[in-house]
């Protein structure tokens, strides 16, 4: 499994605390306006969306239209597709460090034996 360019979108949005920090509040309250995501951050409205636009552009949130409102959306399937990435990641790491433990064990049973 190779990053792709929506991946390495995902990642760079997600390197932001205050992204961070929208994702958060979308997971625990799903379809907020730009005013209500912007309620708790010390910056002004144009600021929080820009921080939706990347967000957007990188897949982990939608905009819908509901009349005058466009409320924000959670994206979960590139959540889960960023969570796949680092299942795939950390099995593979984990299947080095194996086969690294082995040579090691091994390397130090031949060793031991040539010194008897």
């Known amino acids: 499994m190779q990053a792709s360019q929506p991946l390495t979108r995902t990642f760079a949005a997600l390197g932001d605390p205050t992204r961070l920090a929208i994702l958060s509040r979308l997971a625990a309250q ?7 995501i912007a309620a708790p951050f010390a910056m002004s409205l144009p600021a929080v969306s820009q921080h939706l636009k990347v967000l957007e552009r990188a897949g982990l949130i939608t905009r819908g239209c509901d009349g005058q409102k466009r409320p924000c959306r959670l ?7 960023t969570a796949r990435w680092f299942d795939h990641t950390r099995a ?6 194996d086969r ?7 390397t130090e049973t031949e060793g031991n034996s040539h010194e008897r």
Do not use: H, P, S
Request: avoid cysteine; proline fraction near 0%; hydrophobic fraction near 50%.
């Open 75 to 81: 994206n979960v399937e590139r959540l889960a597709e």
């Open 100 to 106: 690294l433990a082995r040579f090691l064990a091994t």
């Open 30 to 36: 799903d379809g907020l306006t730009v005013q209500e």
């Open 92 to 97: 593979a790491w984990e299947a080095r460090f």
